[in-house]
T-cell receptor, first 119, second 112 residues
């Protein structure tokens, strides 16, 4: 089945530094990738949608200069948290889908998530 | 904007019994998809079941089935013969206009 690999699973960084999280589709071409943020015991909040080769679309209230998203190929999207601060500490999850509707094996596949802790 | 509402923050069920999780959504679109996802303590999102809005027949996947009421914008999940491994957070999600929107989740506890 479709597999999405997300790396790193855990990262700790100092305040003011930047952190990059990778999301790779291993066995399919992901035309669209989504990035979510999840606070403890809360739901997943969509941060942005990225389509291969074009600029990401950010949700209202998400700082595009703080959360840089790049979708340079059909199998890789990256989220860079720039100048991270303790309030950026959270669980970040990516998901990916191939082109077309959700029929058969084409589903939204999620990565295992990345826990970011900013000291 | 689409909204998804799960009115049950927590539910519990005796092992081997049946439980129903509720979900309602708001949309002006006619073509969309609905999903139930399970998130165990590992936090990996696992697809439980999906429903295309244009299909009237309710989706089923083994012990999991849905009651999709399009006019009422309701999409409940029924888990039959509950097992200990079903314990998790369950999220209802709506996909439309190229976005997946999640409800607030229901924490399901299985009582042995």
């Amino acid at each position: 089945g479709a597999v999405v690999s997300q790396h790193p699973s855990r990262v700790i960084c100092k305040s003011g530094t930047s952190v990059k999280i990778e999301c790779r589709s291993l066995d399919f071409q992901a035309t669209t990738m989504f990035w979510y943020r999840q606070f403890p015991k809360q739901s997943l909040m969509l941060m942005a949608t990225s389509n291969e080769g074009s600029k990401a679309t950010y949700e209202q209230g998400v700082e595009k200069d703080k959360f840089l998203i790049n979708h340079a190929s059909l199998t890789l999207s990256t989220l860079t948290v720039t100048s991270a601060h303790p309030e950026d500490s959270s669980f970040y999850i990516c998901s990916a889908r191939a082109a077309g509707g959700f029929s058969g094996a084409n589903v939204l596949t999620f990565g295992a998530g990345s826990r970011l802790t900013v000291l | 904007a689409q909204t998804v509402t799960q009115s049950q923050p927590e539910m519990s069920v005796q092992e081997a019994e049946t439980v129903t999780l509720s979900c309602t959504y708001d949309t002006s679109e006619s073509d969309y998809y609905l999903f139930w996802y399970k998130q165990p303590p590992s936090r990996q999102m696992i697809l439980v079941i999906r429903q295309e809005a244009y299909k009237q027949q309710n989706a089923t996947e083994n012990r999991f089935s849905v009651n999709f009421q399009k006019a009422a914008k309701s999409f409940s999940l029924k888990i039959s013969d509950s097992q200990l491994g079903d314990a998790a957070m369950y999220f209802c999600a709506y996909f439309g206009n190229e976005k997946l929107t999640f409800g607030t989740g229901t924490r399901l506890t299985i009582i042995p």
